[in-house]
């Protein structure tokens, strides 16, 4: 028989634990760890001075709320798992084990004072020189809420929906008991009828107060709207924005929404980026069409900052066969007298000027003078005749084409996608954030702010572990 060592199951033995001996000195625990340690948090701390019984050290429930974000565990049930079988986590709450609804309580309790945190995370990227602000991307994210898109209804849907419950309760309190259907059975499904009718009459309410016939309400989560992600999908979902630097990827400003991205969207942006990073030195800021319109440009003109943001229509305008083809609205030109002259070479007539609103600029309408015998009318038009209506601002739509055709503007550019795009795919992919655990706007920015917490606390460990640990 080998002699092998003994194993036994039933034997007894003690333990002794020191957490502070569990993890090897440059760990990243230890280095979110000593991160927290530097913050202020004196607002959270004064906020607890009227408790009844003992609370959680706030200092140590960050901790680990924040190594857990940052290794992508934001389920607190999750957390409270790791807790207890995790070296890493029982380091940082020195063998303590608050349950989940401890935890859960602590991240919504504290849901004004987050913001303030990411602030001072973000001032100490600055700090280690993780941020030079040469590019600034700026993009957003669907992320799916914590709803069922069924349960979004408009006033239409809804009203079906009421009617049926409603003549369902009328159904079952008129069916007679037996001994297949029970008294207990029968009352089970008139609560379960009645709860239901009362969250639909709830509903009903909330899109009276509403009054547009097309609006959509969740009744799970009536703050989420339904929205169309990127692969075409269309579920009740919060828009999640980020203001990316391009050195290391920190975060600089975040902002949540139930709409989609807009022009009013990249200015807010700038400017948080600016107050939290107490910086105004942006060089280059860049992105996508949907952050663009004709106020935006002009906007672009009166700041310091360089904008790299094409139109909605400036990938159709390169490419060679436009949506008409030749008659496209691109290729309709002014001559040297300004006058507007079609593909076929006519002059079009000028109908009418107006000023634009809240603008310097002026608006234009022009009509081809051409009869029906144009051979290629039906090419141009289905219309009487060619309207066209010229904006004094697409000077301004030109000019952003003009720099982003030019060398330099397409080597700036191309870097948006690699600053801000690969932190989604890691939120998506890696950490598998692909729906929300919160219900509500103000809980769906709390959980955003928190994974981006998370993010840019990886940014240290990877780039500025040694320095943060010597702070």
Known sequence: MPNFREYNRSQMSFLFLTPDKLLEETHPARIIDKIVETLDLQKIIDSYKNEGNVPYNPKMQLKVLFYAYYIGAMSCRKIWDNLQYRADFIFLSGNQVPNFRTINDFRKRHIDLIPDLFSQIVHLCCELEMVDFQYLAIDGQKI?????????????????????????????????????????????????????????EELKKTLDEINDKNANVNSTDKEAVVMKHKDGRSMPSYNHISSVDGQFGVTVAVKTKDSCDCSEDLFDLVEKSKENTKNNEIKNVLADPSFVDYPALEKMEEMKENFFVPDKRFEVTEKEETSKGKYDKSNFKFNDKGDLICPEGKKMDHKWTKKINDSKYEERLFECSCSRDCPNREMCTKSEKRKIVVDGREVLREKMRDKLRSDNGREIYIKRQGIVEPGHGNDQKNKGWIQHNLRGTAKATLEFLLVRI????????????????AI
């Open 144 to 200: 799916k809420a914590n709803a069922n898109f069924r349960n979004s209804k408009n006033k239409e849907r809804l009203e079906k929906s009421l009617k049926r419950v409603k003549e369902g309760l009328k159904k079952l309190v008129e069916k007679e008991v037996n001994e297949d259907f029970t008294d207990e059975i029968k009352k089970k499904r008139e609560e379960k009828l009645r709860f239901k009718e009362k969250k639909l």
């Open 454 to 469: 998370g993010d840019n606390l990886g940014k240290i460990v990877k780039y500025r572990g040694n320095e943060a640990l």
